[in-house]
Structure formats: structure tokens, C-alpha cells
């Protein structure tokens, strides 16, 4: 059950080309370990996922003093294609948003697509700013674990 129900709203849509395959972003978007590394638009998160559908998760965004908690609830769990979640933050108007994520694969890389719905007018455009920053985020841990991997399995090759 969600903190508050869905009220109708404005939306973002975000497309991003990540450098990894499908099942790594899900995996981003699933493992709380990783999710902490990027899921916050400055500094980083703490996150508890119960991933199941009608699990809650929790994410606290981290800078310098500042704590700001974002919940929601699972409610799809398709992997490695397709995430959706309500989104309840102060930014929200008391009201949960809903987030739906999809993956497709491009070769190597992943096609995502971000669409945040049931959002407050007046912050459509901090919304967008944020998710970009995130996926900036996202996109560079996984352009860092990819070369890290890489890196370890190329070690000792002539």
C-alpha cells in the first residue's frame, strides 16, 4: 500500500544510452549496494530495498547536513526490463508520484527510459534536473565498473 494515493500530474520523460548490458543496469537499479552509489543528484544515498512487489524501498539522499528520505513502493518487477515504483519525497506535494523505468537492449549497451508521473506542477523542472543528474550518476559508475572489471581481467596480458 502506498503512503498516499496517486493524484494526477505532470510527467518527465528522460532517454539515456548506458554503457552496460541490461541485466547490469537492472542490477543498478535493484541492488542496494549499488543504488547508494548513485541515486542521489549530490553526494550519495542510503538505501534498504524489500525488492518484491508491494516491498517498500527507502532512499536517503546525502549532502554535507542535508538528509532528504524518498519512499515508495514496488509495483512491478520485470527484470531485467522494466521497473515500477511510487515515489514519495517533500518534493512530491504529500502525494506519491509514480517512477517507471524500462530497459532495452542496444548491442552492448542498454536504452533506458525514465518516466516520472503524478508530479506537482511547480516541480516538473526540479524533477528533471534531478533524475538527469542521477542518470549522469548512474552512467559513470557503470562506465567505472565496466573498466574496473576490464581492468582486472586484462591484468597480467601481454
Same mark, same amino acid.
Given at each position: 500500500?502506498?503512503?498516499?494515493?496517486?493524484?494526477?500530474?505532470? $510527467?518527465i520523460r528522460l532517454?539515456?544510452?548506458?554503457p552496460a548490458p541490461v541485466a547490469e543496469?537492472?542490477? $543498478? %537499479?535493484t541492488d542496494p549496494s549499488l543504488m547508494a552509489m %548513485?541515486?542521489?543528484?549530490? =553526494?550519495? $544515498?542510503e538505501v534498504e530495498v524489500d525488492l518484491k512487489v508491494g516491498g517498500r524501498f527507502r532512499v536517503t539522499m546525502i549532502d554535507d547536513d542535508m538528509r532528504l528520505e524518498h519512499t515508495g513502493e514496488y509495483l512491478v518487477i520485470d527484470p531485467p526490463h522494466r521497473l515500477s515504483f511510487t %515515489?514519495?519525497?517533500p518534493y512530491t506535494g504529500g502525494h506519491a508520484s509514480q517512477v517507471d523505468v524500462?530497459?532495452?537492449?542496444? =548491442?552492448?549497451e542498454t536504452?533506458?527510459?525514465?518516466?516520472?508521473?503524478q508530479l506537482?506542477?511547480?516541480t516538473r523542472s526540479s524533477h528533471e534536473g534531478g533524475w538527469t543528474r542521477i542518470l549522469d550518476h548512474l552512467a559513470a559508475v557503470l562506465v567505472d565498473k565496466n573498466r574496473h572489471a576490464y581492468t582486472s581481467t586484462t591484468e597480467g596480458v601481454p
Open positions: 500500500m502506498t503512503d498516499a494515493p496517486l493524484q494526477p500530474g505532470v $510527467a532517454e539515456r544510452l548506458l543496469v537492472f542490477a $543498478a %537499479w %548513485w541515486l542521489a543528484p549530490v =553526494g550519495h $544515498a %515515489w514519495l519525497s524500462t530497459l532495452t537492449a542496444r =548491442g552492448p536504452l533506458l527510459v525514465l518516466s516520472h508521473q506537482p506542477d511547480d
